[in-house]
């Protein structure tokens, strides 16, 4: 199973659209893959089939399907004839927060998982048109390109996310983590977010948490399901995904500043948080402008 890397439409929102059409004889497949975006995928015409934990969606005209981030899908084509709409897109990108929220949405993201929300089709027949409608409206300002067009994208984008979370699709970091495992490590949490380039030591963190170290490890696997060296690397490696993919630096240099003393080292944990090496991400990810 593949790890997929979504390209961006657009210079300057970190967002895939793709709107396509197309006439064939037979079943058109997509192999089994996942990426860190969530996936919205609007049915105008035809038909097409999707996978998820071996269980099979059938999608038809009005259908929009919901597919939460790394979650392993694939899909087929039916023939004679469809046309869709794909939007693809990581949520925290378009939520800056206060510090000790941020903190919370990088917890969210190493612990991630789908939840109980790996997949919802939306149907129009049932009711259900809201989300589809916003994806016509994204299908329109992306195909005429009018002024302004990616702002106009922006607000679809905001509309969409107000629309998962009300429906519970997306989960809200705060809520989730709201337990006493997390508040006893939670200044921990919002140091490593500051400070993650930095040489930051178990003694540290378990004085700033007012705990002894055994207890403060213990209290961190329970919050975070992992050790502290293992987060840390993983809050490294999500900045250093910003760096690849907005300026042209060595990736010798991204990898000191993000705070890996070996290049070597940086690369075998992007592999394993990205499964993919540093070169390969950037020249398959979000390539924007500076």
């Known amino acids: 199973m593949r790890n ?71 899909t087929e084509d039916l023939p004679p004839n469809i046309s869709t709409v794909l939007l693809q897109f990581r949520p925290d990108t378009f939520q800056p927060e206060p510090v000790e929220s941020r903190a919370l949405r990088h917890l969210a993201r190493f612990v991630d998982s789908a939840g109980d929300n790996p997949i919802r089709i939306f149907r129009c027949r049932n009711g259900e048109e809201e989300l589809f409608r916003y994806m016509m409206q994204i299908k329109e300002e992306y195909e005429s390109k009018k002024a302004s067009y990616e702002s106009y994208l922006q607000g679809c984008i905001y509309l969409i996310l107000g629309f998962l979370y009300r429906q519970g699709m997306l989960c809200d970091a705060e809520q989730r983590f709201h337990n006493n495992a997390v508040e006893k490590v939670m ?40 050790t502290l060296v ?36 940086f690369n075998r944990m992007f592999r394993r948080f990205k499964s993919c090496s540093p070169n390969s991400y950037r020249h398959a990810q979000y390539l924007r402008e500076n």
């Open 4 to 74: 997929e890397l979504v390209r961006s439409s657009l210079s300057t929102l970190p967002v895939h659209i793709g709107c396509g059409a197309s006439s064939f004889e037979c079943p058109m497949d997509c192999p089994l893959h996942y990426h860190d975006e969530i996936e919205l995928l609007a049915i105008i015409s035809g038909e097409k089939r999707v996978w998820v934990d071996d269980k099979e969606y059938l999608l038809s005209k009005g259908d929009v399907a919901f597919i939460n981030s790394r979650v392993p899908h694939r």
């Open 230 to 265: 293992e987060y840390l690397n993983f809050v490294r490696i999500y900045n250093a995904e910003k760096l690849l993919t907005r300026t042209n630096r060595p990736i010798l240099d991204i990898s000191m500043e993000v705070g890996f003393s070996s290049v070597s080292y």
């Open 187 to 226: 200044p921990a949490l919002v140091f490593v977010d500051d400070h993650y380039a930095e040489d930051v030591s178990l003694n540290c963190l378990s004085e700033l948490c007012g705990l002894s170290e055994g207890y403060f490890c213990r209290q961190f696997k329970a919050a975070t399901g992992s």
